[in-house]
């Protein structure tokens, strides 16, 4: 398919490596043309030097030909005006980034009344993603599939706990038959594992189970957090208003560290029940003289991602249970894992990239399945994928211990008439039901997909 991005900073940089590996056709528009040849050496790609909302630029990179226009510069107007060019010259698709909350009310107006087809937020998603966080503390990171009935946990063997040496048939005998391990990431290798795996410490799993049931296994492996009643955020920017906004609902105690003055006074009349402290978010005895000690998480939302690292590492010596990290910088993903750090980290950039991608492949293949909910873990070698089976899935009402699937991957959950169902050998899939695969291949874009 050929699509076109406008801006080549870091969402476009990595949805361009994404669509890229998945054999897609990819014009890259940016004003920096130092962007646009490190982006083309990268991955070989066409590139156009100019404003992606003009008529001429996007002649040129040829916008009329294309299936998917996707803006992510750095302004919202650039992106709405950018799309509804795209949109006039005939692209098929337009996907707009837009971050400010004032746009982000008018969705609907601006889908309907602009014609842009899907519109992402990175900072808002990244909210949502930490907020799953702070509610399940026990887990690194945790994402919602089949309308919340199913969640999907990271979880960290650590050394000489019930877990380190235990086979995973032992394991899931223990745990119940409804928890899974669907993935293991054990330093740079990820395994979709079989029963006679065993766990070892340091390994990353991947669990899938109903959210009542991850709770009772925390419980019996003695790991539980205890509940967070207060938030301390560092950074005062989108993603700190559109979480304290919702921690503050959910009836939690928020305390906001910001250093520009303006911005103090914004938040303070926005969210009256947060307090909000004009300060340096990196100046240690501000953060213990504003209870750094006392509160129950604390969240690093600066723009720089040296500065949350160190803050968060900071925290950590302080005995606070639950931090978190944002990260813009990938790299610095990895090179976390292998400090060890205990904490969370979350990447808007990752967020916005995977809601695109799900959109893409579901449109894609939209005669053949219903692509509903994609995400990529253990540093994106896997992915986890949610579909509803339609009727020209050749795999209906076949039992599993009869269908030819491929390799590297698992079928971690069917949904069928709203019950969650761990599937075993006997299990098959029908019509209208919803199924999340584990898969470490890539590019699975509908169901018949995982069929040999």
Known sequence: MKIVIVGSGKIGYTLTGFLTNEGHDITVIDTSAAMIEEIANAYDVMGVVGNGASVSIQREAEVSKCDFFISCAASDETNIMACIVAKTMGAEHTIARIRNPEYYTEVDFIRQKLGIDMIVNPELEA?????????????????????????????????????????????????????????????DDVMIPDGEFVLCAEDRLHITAPHVDLVALFRNLKIQAKKIKTVMLIGGGKIAYYLAKRLLKLGMSVKIIENDRYRCDYLSGAMPKASVIWGDGTDSDLLLEEGLDHVDACVALTDNDEENILISLFASTKDVDKTIIKIKRISFMGLLSKIKYEGSMVSPVYATAYDILRYVRATENAQDSSLNTLYKIADNKAEVIEFTVTKDFAGIGVALKDLKTKSHLIIAGIIHDNTVIYPDGASCMQENDRVIIVTTNEGTGELNDILL
């Open 127 to 187: 909210a949502f993603e930490i907020e799953r966080i702070i509610r399940f503390p026990e887990a690194l990171k945790v994402e919602r599939f089949a309308k919340g009935r199913v969640d999907l946990i990271e979880l960290k063997v650590r050394p000489g706990h019930f877990l380190d040496g235990k086979k995973l048939s032992d394991f899931r005998g223990d745990a119940g038959n409804n928890i899974l391990v669907c993935a293991v990431q054990r330093g």
